[in-house]
Nanobody
């Protein structure tokens, strides 16, 4: 079992920044974040493997940065230049995967792996 607790969500203006945190009971070999807006499918946002390699959705490249603190078992998602289309519930994800890809991160807690309870991000224009 892996417990994940997210924090850091808030309501901000477009162009502002937020940092989401995810406290994990332990890291798996593929960690990341996915988001889901009302009426939309889950979207894998960012993923990081055990070697620290990261991948990002095209929609957030250059604006979001994913990092992890192994000593604290905490995952961070730094989100800069937020846009209204970034508004969603953000979920921390932990999966066991040979290849750490966004598609697997987006399926966490539903098809396999684990997800947290989510943290809400609202972006006003």
């Amino acid at each position: 079992q892996v417990q994940l607790v997210e924090s850091g969500g808030a309501s901000v203006q477009a162009g502002e920044s937020l940092r989401l945190s995810c406290a994990a009971s332990r890291f798996t070999n593929c960690m990341g974040w996915f988001r889901q807006a009302p009426g939309k499918e889950r979207e894998g946002v960012a993923a990081i493997d055990r070697d620290g390699r990261t991948s990002y959705a095209d929609s957030v490249k250059g604006r979001f940065t994913l990092s992890g603190d192994n000593a604290k078992n905490t995952l961070y998602l730094q989100m800069n230049v937020l846009k209204p289309e970034d508004a969603a519930m953000y979920y921390c994800a932990a999966v066991f995967a040979q290849y750490c890809i966004l598609t697997y991160v987006a399926r966490a807690g539903r098809d396999f792996g684990y997800r947290g309870q989510g943290t809400q991000v609202t972006v006003s224009s």
